[in-house]
């Protein structure tokens, strides 16, 4: 597939924006919780609401993820954590259910536990959240996407998905600090900002892929 073709059919202007799209925060540190999904036997019921929470490192973006999520009909607060980090995190929701149940697995998982679905796609709207969440710099031409550090079994599947878009990426886990995948190259950095559109305002100048 042609990078031009593959740019149309994943970018972020795509299709319009829905509360699937933050698979891309649960690609990186992002957790959900579930409410009301499960019975005594621990089987899948109807109904029940669901929210994600990512903890980020700055303000900027705090305040681009609340936006995201109203874009997406969802409402999100930001929060302190107890040691002075920063907490999105959306209200619960029905319309959050389906990815709730997109990363449980094949058995429902406690509550904040994610097992990326089978064949899992991102596309420009997730990458999106994800650099919004945690994306930066690492030299002119590296981009870093975090990981959740405590998620080692999700890392696999989301850098299947990053090659699927051509953006395969250098899995980095250090000793002590955050495990990334590295996007790089100017091209791959290239289209990796070519999916996800144009910053938000919120973002400090040099930070967006470009």
Known sequence: MSLIRQLSLFGVEASAPEPGDLAGLLAGAGRIDRLGHLSGSHARQPGGTARVSIVVDHPWRAAALVAECARRGLVATVLKTVDEHIEVRTAYSAALMPLADAWSGPQPLANGAK????????????????????????????????????DEPVWSAVGAALAALGLRGQLVVPRSGIPAYRIVGKRRVAALAEMIGDPPKQAPAGLWPS
């Open 115 to 150: 097992h990326p679905p089978r064949g899992l796609l991102l596309d420009g709207r997730a990458l999106r959240l994800w650099v919004e969440a945690a994306g930066h710099y690492e030299g002119a031409t590296t981009y870093a996407l975090e990981l959740g550090v405590a």
